[in-house]
């Protein structure tokens, strides 16, 4: 996910919650739009991202609509308490959409 600073940040997290935005009666748009709640993980090193304790987790949620979220492939480790998120150079990382349209 862009982690919103200027020089392409990425937040690396998980999903928590996903939410249908409701529309005004008005609004004739047939695209359903989806909220997306993501906890940040912390980056712990050699590409493994692992829960923050319980009292810094709340502090490390944002919301993002869904069509700016970019999936990961990872898996849990047990042996690190810690998902391991590949990093190979020579595939680039999915490429979230700009949540800030030019």
Same mark, same amino acid.
């Given at each position: 996910?862009?982690? &919103?600073? *200027?020089? &392409?940040?990425? +937040?690396?997290?998980?999903? #928590? ?17 989806? +909220?997306?709640?993501?906890?940040? +993980? ?5 590409? /493994? /991202? $692992?829960? /923050?304790? %319980?009292?810094?987790?709340? #502090? ?5 609509? +869904?069509?700016?979220? *970019?999936?990961? $492939? *990872? %898996?849990?480790?047990? $042996?690190?308490?810690? /998902?391991?998120? @590949? ?8 490429? @979230?959409? @700009? #949540?800030? @349209? %030019?």
């Amino acid at each position: 996910v862009d982690g &919103g600073k *200027a020089d &392409g940040q990425v +937040l690396v997290g998980k999903i #928590s919650l996903i939410q249908k935005v409701l529309k005004s009666e008005k609004d004739t748009s047939t695209n359903d739009e989806w +909220l997306v709640e993501i906890t940040e +993980l912390e980056d712990v090193g050699d590409g /493994y /991202y $692992a829960d /923050y304790p %319980s009292r810094k987790r709340k #502090s490390k949620r944002t919301l993002r609509n +869904l069509q700016y979220i *970019a999936p990961l $492939a *990872a %898996s849990f480790v047990r $042996a690190e308490d810690a /998902y391991k998120v @590949p990093r190979d150079m020579s595939v680039s990382p999915p490429v @979230p959409k @700009p #949540s800030h @349209p %030019s």
